[in-house]
């Protein structure tokens, strides 16, 4: 079975502040790993995706995020929030093949509130 | 192209009614999750649908929950009879094999 943990529950942060939102993940065999993010009233919607490649992944919105493997992690960063980014962001894993079908393990989310 | 579809929006209504809620995945998709949130549990997966078979029902609460996938286009969750304690927000996913999940807006759902 698989398991996620966001770190944070609440994550308050100044306007133009770096952020960082902590995801870990435990899983005996490989997974893919996500980060969606959920505005007010809104369904969830993908901000990024690590399927292989590159452990560095990057979001048009200048979200970025870091496959690490050996501490299995897989944390969030943005250097500079705005006022648009607060929300509730989640971190979730799926694993690879089988009968799975894409079936996704969520974090509890973390609560990211940019203030002015 | 149309995302998820969920209706409805928003469901009122009293405790013991029967509450039917209805997804549209996108076209090509062939698999359909239904998930609840709420404060208390976060986002917890209900069931999920691959071509139209049901996979995994594990996560449906109870016997009172039932969802049903006709066809490729459509899908139902329906409670029977509903309890103020299914109070909650009802999100339904699709996807393509092992691709990324999109969601719908949700169906808000309040028993009185």
């Known amino acids: 079975a698989q398991s996620v943990t966001q770190l944070d529950s609440q994550v308050p942060v100044f306007e133009e502040a770096p952020v960082e939102l902590r995801c870990n993940y435990s899983s005996s065999v490989s997974v893919y790993l996500f980060w969606y993010v959920q505005y007010p009233n809104q369904g969830l919607q993908l901000l990024l995706k690590y399927l292989s490649g590159s452990t560095l992944v990057e979001s048009i919105n200048g979200f970025e995020a870091e496959f690490n493997k050996s501490q299995t992690s897989f944390h969030l960063r943005k250097p500079s929030v705005h006022i648009s980014d607060t929300a509730e962001y989640f971190c979730a894993v799926s694993v690879i093949g089988g009968t799975s079908y894409g079936k996704l393990t969520f974090g509890q989310g973390t609560i990211l509130t940019v203030h002015p | 192209d149309a995302g998820v579809i969920q209706s409805p929006r928003h469901e009122v209504t009293e405790m013991g009614q029967e509450v039917t809620l209805r997804c549209k995945p996108i076209?090509?998709?062939?698999?359909l999750f239904w998930y609840r949130q709420t404060m208390m549990r976060g986002l917890e997966l209900l069931i999920y649908?691959?071509?139209?078979?049901?996979?995994?029902d594990s996560g449906m609460p109870e016997d009172r929950f039932s969802a049903k996938m006709p066809n490729a286009s459509f899908s139902t969750l329906k409670i029977q009879p509903s309890e103020p304690r299914d109070s909650a927000v009802y999100f339904c996913a699709s996807s393509r094999d092992w691709q990324p999940q999109h969601f719908g807006d949700g169906t808000r759902l309040s028993i009185l």
């Open positions: 649908f691959n071509n139209n078979v049901p996979i995994d």
């Open positions: 076209s090509g998709h062939n698999s």
